[in-house]
């Protein structure tokens, strides 16, 4: 399956840059500048708009719509609305990024509401938003995961059993981010381990592997597009590590470490692992 895989990852990559499709973003505002530079960095093209009154035209004109529940107002929420039925009505893929469904009753009822929708192509969120929107216990405080909630040797299968029948009611790619990274649609699952520490300390970088999964998911081959960007970001961050002082420093060569990623460099460092969904 990984070299089948390592295939997928260059034809989405390479018509991402041929094609150039327009990622209609609805998203928050603390993350909205690094999000577009993301989306441009490997071809695609960003759309921020969130007007209620123009976003189902725009919509339509998309070639994937990304969704993030951070810092949500009444505008976003009913842009977001409008937005996802036309989407669902033209085809359009959709990325529901479920930020804070943790601390916030409204995040998660609109969440719950978007999902009833129809098929959402990819589900996003940490290990604690997304083990909340499958209905289990979770410990996540603010946007931030619980410790108690990191996947671990021990309770792996127990996640994997968890998001698997979650994504079969769901029809969604479900992908938790984390120190390891959890990918799970109806028959496969995936561990991705690439990564630093380092992306922590600045704002707004887990909405940017948001953003670069709805670039490639563009190409309607949500898997694919959900191991492109956690990979694309994981990788680029281990680079921008070696070679910045801060997180000033960091997140100049973050961006251009995704601007300049070489298959061949995607393919000699990436981290995945092959389990039984």
């Known amino acids: ?124 969120g940490n290990i604690s938003e997304l083990l909340a929107i499958a209905g289990q216990s979770f410990h996540g405080t603010g946007i931030d995961a619980g410790k108690e909630d990191a996947m671990t040797d021990e309770n792996e299968e127990e996640r994997r059993r968890i998001f698997r029948t979650f994504s079969q009611r769901t029809g969604s790619v479900l992908l938790a981010t984390g120190a390891r990274d959890l990918l799970v649609d109806q028959e496969r699952c995936l561990i991705l381990e690439n990564g630093t520490t380092k992306l922590s300390g600045i704002t707004g970088t887990g909405c940017m592997v948001g953003a670069l999964t709805a670039a490639y998911l563009a190409q309607k081959d949500p898997f694919t597009a959900a191991v492109l960007g956690t990979s694309v970001m994981g990788i680029a961050g281990e680079l921008a590590e070696r070679s910045s002082k801060g997180p000033g420093s960091f997140q100049i060569e973050l961006l251009d470490a995704v601007a300049g990623m070489r298959q061949e460099v995607l393919e000699a460092k990436l981290r995945i692992r092959e389990t039984e969904a």
Do not use: W, Y
């Not at 969704?67 to 959709?94: F, H, K, Q, W």
């Not at 529901?96 to 409204?106: A, E, H, N, P």
């Open 1 to 124: 399956m990984i070299k089948q895989l390592e295939n997928q990852l260059r034809n989405v990559r390479n018509a991402t840059k041929e094609n150039s499709p327009l990622i209609h973003c609805i998203t928050n505002p603390i993350s909205i500048h690094g999000c577009a530079n993301m989306i441009l960095a490997v071809g695609a093209r960003p759309m921020m708009a969130e007007h209620p009154l123009e976003v189902e035209d725009i919509t339509r004109t998309a070639g994937a719509l990304m969704l993030n529940l951070g810092n949500i107002t009444d505008a976003r929420m009913e842009s977001m609305r409008r937005s996802v039925r036309v989407a669902m009505e033209c085809g359009i893929p959709i990325l529901l990024d479920l930020v804070g469904v943790t601390c916030s009753r409204i995040r998660m009822e609109l969440a719950r509401e978007l999902i009833g929708f129809g098929q959402i192509q990819i589900l996003k």
